[in-house]
């Protein structure tokens, strides 16, 4: 592994730490006004609209059993609100300090608006790849609806790109129950992008589920349920299409245009990015370096 990869330049990977104005090194002694200090667990409460639903309990389970051997070392992030704080990141750590018995934890106290709040969470979640696909979905079409940030603006608030946004915001069309098997992970994001503009997607996604299809297959089967005249005239060759299915599918991973080239015994797998946290994230992912 080269330097340049172990050591990152200075600026790089501060989504987290630039929403928060630098939170640890402008915050004054511990018990301050605001910056780092510890309140009762009973003076928090998380958010309703946090993006993230789904909190499996062995995970907790464990995050509490370290906790309760290490105590809670990155503090929660809160905000003043109606008399308490309500958490705007590290509802999780909240949750699993409760099962661990501790009556006080660190906070951070921060001023934020509705915006900056569920930007923060989404940006949170996403960085340490907490969140479902229908969860991001919705997390990114709340943005959309009440905020009026456009598929390019949010792209560089959580360095994906406008393409991936897309492509989670269309899965929001699927129907209900199918949603729900993609956010317990009975399908995978790349399977309901196979299904999503199938005649029957519901029943195709049962079939899929039950028979244990691969996004390759899934795409056979949906390209089959089609009508004639919406099938494409010529079908590609077997490996055009394994490639692309792979691409398609490294692209919703990683939220990034992804590129793969193949021929002559040899192969080359493009990244694209657009900004430096772009590149950061893929870095991270690379190093399996967790924010």
């Known amino acids: 592994m080269t330097e340049a990869v172990r050591k990152r330049p200075a600026g790089l ?30 003076e928090l409460e998380p958010h309703p609209e946090q993006p993230r639903r789904f909190f499996d309990d062995t995970a907790l389970d464990e995050l509490a059993r370290s906790i309760e051997t290490r105590g809670l070392i990155q503090p929660i992030v809160v905000r ?7 958490i705007v ?32 969470a989404l940006i949170e979640n996403i960085q340490r790849e907490d969140l479902n696909a229908i969860e991001e979905a919705q997390a990114y079409s709340k943005l959309i609806s009440r905020f ?35 956010a317990d992970g009975r399908l995978s994001m790349g399977h309901a992008r196979a299904i999503i503009t199938a005649p029957d997607p ?15 297959e899934t795409e056979r089967l949906a390209q089959a349920a089609r009508p004639e005249a919406q099938r494409p005239a010529r079908l590609p060759k077997e490996s055009d299409a394994d490639i692309a299915a792979l691409e398609r599918q490294l692209g919703d991973l990683l939220g990034l245009k992804v590129k793969i ?19 950061d994230l893929i870095c991270q992912r690379l190093t399996g370096e967790r924010i």
Do not use: C
Not at 25 to 42: C, D, H, Y
Not at 80 to 86: E, I
């Open 13 to 42: 990977g501060r989504g987290l730490s630039a929403l928060l104005g630098e939170a640890n090194q402008e915050a004054p002694a511990l018990g301050g006004a605001r910056g780092v200090r510890t309140l009762p667990v009973t």
């Open 80 to 86: 003043p609100w109606n008399g308490k704080y309500q």
């Open 89 to 120: 990141a590290g509802e999780r750590r909240w949750r699993a300090a409760q099962r661990a018995r501790l009556h006080e934890i660190p906070v951070i106290i921060r001023e934020f608006d509705e915006a900056e709040t569920l930007e923060l």
């Open 148 to 182: 009026g940030h456009s598929q390019e603006a949010l792209g560089r608030i959580v360095h994906k790109s406008r393409s991936h946004i897309a492509n989670l915001l269309r899965l929001l069309d699927l129907p209900e129950r199918v949603r729900a098997m993609v």
């Open 202 to 216: 519901e029943g195709l996604a049962q079939q899929v589920v039950e028979r244990g299809l691969s996004v390759r």
């Open 261 to 279: 080239s193949y021929g002559g015994g040899a192969g080359a797998v493009t990244l694209g990015f657009s900004s430096l946290d772009q590149l």
